[in-house]
């Protein structure tokens, strides 16, 4: 780009043009990802992210996608920075292991690209997205019983895919011979190329329109302003320690501390349990993403968040812990350990932020694996779904019914005519689950009740759901929520119940059935208005008896 300028400007109005414009090249690259996928994990759910850092990886842009997945990209790129010298125009990395900056687990594979403009590397464009099979010890490549990572897939350690614009395809054969789904793989891994090129391609333009010097001032400029905007959040927040402990499903205890000052957010994770023998674990990264959204949340930092955003933000581990693993800890449900920190820091401040967060929600991903032989076709398939559930209720409002957890966010349910046209699957019920708790002054949402009629012999079912034994927790004298698990119907007339478990197998007939739980109530019941209990209970929500039991509104006297 011999043209490109090298003039430098600070005018306001040119650098929220370029940030602006970081913004929109994100969500083109998320859009040009979408169209392009194989997988309906990725262009139908949305289980992606895409994102653009400055040239040492810090967050420049914070994309588009799931939160909990843009927030990988920046750390993924530091460590390919870190692991490869060789790095020329044109090349694209791939990486998808927790210990070489694939921050989550296997199946979630970055794609990273460096930009350069005048033979200077100026931004990396990058993407994340969850592959639907790596390999590993079962089909889906997520099996909770696996205990160390090399049973769990292929591991992708930073490497080059693409040099100076040239396909490797020997990695790519290695990568597709170690997958059940070659096509899907290769199909993904084509759409995440494409993306991370139409990044780099709007970059160069934006570059040429304004110049080397003023790109990079911008995005140094709005890293500080977004140290600004926290500085002033922290000035809001309550100042002190909290501290809380919590017993998680799996019996051990997870414990946090925040420390809170003028200047500073301080997030202590030293005092929990050794690292799982499973894969129940986090990796270091990946529980500062937990904690970095958490954290963005509180701030109530609503713009754009960028690396200046989290230079206030300290996380404190201890190695060899379930939130710094060492090798070779495994991670295929890593997600559930993330959400139950990120939701645990959320009940440790809840009650000290003066209302700012509503009681605990259904707070798990409820990862749901079903694959098999297709009974029109007899090719494997599998099926990815998170699944939606209820919300708290707040100090001021009820909670809301059926969207994702809060961090998971930004993604969408399979559609049911989707799901039984690639899968070898019915979709017989989606509804509200009405099943009692989280109650309160004002009542958690609903989560769902969803059916999934199995159509071939030989089928398989792997699930991990938390807030199973310990429900969403309520605040000020609410109830607490229902529990998140699922039951799998036999044709026999069986039916067996599951909150964990690993490849089941389900023939056609059988159906599983999944139940999402409802949010944490706020607010003592007995001071919810009749009105709104009556209302509950004409909408089914509700039945007479708890209506009298818990809100003591007696229904009949109240019609009448």
């Known amino acids: 780009m011999s043209s490109t300028r090298l003039d430098t400007t600070t005018d306001p109005i040119t650098l929220e043009i370029i940030q602006s414009s970081l913004q929109a ?3 083109e690259m998320f859009l040009a990802f979408r169209k392009t996928a194989m997988s309906a994990i990725i262009y139908e759910v949305l289980d992606m992210g895409t994102g653009i850092t400055d040239a040492e990886g810090n967050l420049a842009s ?12 920046d750390k993924a790129v530091q460590r390919v920075i870190e692991l490869n010298d060789d790095v020329r125009p044109g090349d694209v990395f791939a990486t998808n292991d927790p210990f070489y900056g694939g921050v989550t687990h296997l199946n979630d594979v970055v794609l990273a690209m460096p930009v350069f403009a005048d033979r200077r ?10 592959w639907n099979d790596v390999g590993g010890m079962v089909p889906g490549s997520i099996s909770n019983e696996a205990t160390e990572i090399f049973q769990e897939g292929l591991r992708l350690p930073a490497v080059k895919l693409i040099a100076a614009g040239e396909p490797i395809e020997s990695v790519q054969r290695i990568m597709e011979a170690n997958s059940r789904l070659p096509d899907y793989l290769r199909g ?3 759409a995440g190329i494409a993306a991370v090129r139409v990044g780099e391609r709007r970059l160069l333009e934006l570059v040429e329109r304004y110049g080397v010097e003023t790109f990079v001032a911008a995005l140094d400029h709005f890293m500080d302003y977004g140290e600004q905007v926290v500085l002033r959040a922290l000035e809001s927040l309550p100042k002190g320690r909290f501290e809380l402990a919590e017993e998680q499903d799996s019996g051990a205890v997870y414990h946090v501390a925040v420390e809170i000052s003028d200047d500073e957010f301080v997030v202590d994770l030293r005092q929990n349990p050794d690292q799982d023998r499973g894969p129940s674990n986090a990796s270091r990264d990946g529980t500062l993403v937990a904690v970095q959204m958490i954290f963005m949340n509180i701030t109530g930092a609503r713009s754009s968040a960028n690396a200046g955003h989290f230079r206030r933000l300290k996380l404190v581990t201890r190695p060899g812990s379930v939130f710094d693993p060492k090798p070779p800890a495994a991670f295929a449900t890593y997600y559930e350990v993330e959400v139950r920190l990120y939701d645990l820091i959320w009940r440790c401040l809840a009650p000290h932020v003066g209302g700012r967060l509503p009681a605990g929600h259904f707070a798990s991903i409820c990862g749901t694996f079903i694959g098999g032989p297709h009974p029109d076709t007899g090719r494997h398939f599998t099926i ?6 209820g919300w708290g209720g707040s100090a001021s409002r009820d909670g809301n019914s059926a969207i994702f957890s809060g961090f998971h966010g930004d993604t969408f349910n399979c559609p049911a005519e989707v799901a039984e046209a ?4 019915f979709v017989d019920r989606l509804e509200l689950n009405v099943a009692p708790g989280g109650e309160g002054e004002h009542r958690g949402g609903n989560g769902i009740l969803l059916d999934y009629r199995v159509r071939s ?5 792997t699930c991990a759901y938390t807030r199973n034994r310990h429900r969403p927790w309520a605040q000020a004298g609410g109830n607490e929520g229902a529990p998140n698990y699922v039951e799998v119907l036999r044709r026999d007339g069986g039916v067996e119940e599951y909150a964990v478990v690993t490849a089941l197998r389900v023939d056609e007939g059988d159906v599983i059935r999944i139940h999402t739980g409802s949010g944490g109530g706020f607010g ?4 919810r208005d009749a009105a709104r209990v009556l209302e509950d209970v004409r909408n089914g929500f509700l039945d007479e008896a708890r209506a009298r039991d818990v809100y003591g509104v007696e229904v009949g006297a109240a019609a009448s």
């Open 25 to 27: 090249i994100s969500d």
């Open 62 to 73: 914070s994309g588009a996608g799931i939160p909990g997945f843009v927030g990988v990209l």
């Open 121 to 130: 590397l100026i931004a990396w464009t990058a993407n994340i997205a969850h």
């Open 188 to 190: 993904d891994l084509w």
């Open 384 to 389: 990815v779904e998170p699944q939606v559930g």
């Open 422 to 425: 690639r899968y070898g699957l």
């Open 457 to 461: 012999d030989g089928c398989f079912f």
């Open 524 to 527: 003592d019941p007995r001071r």
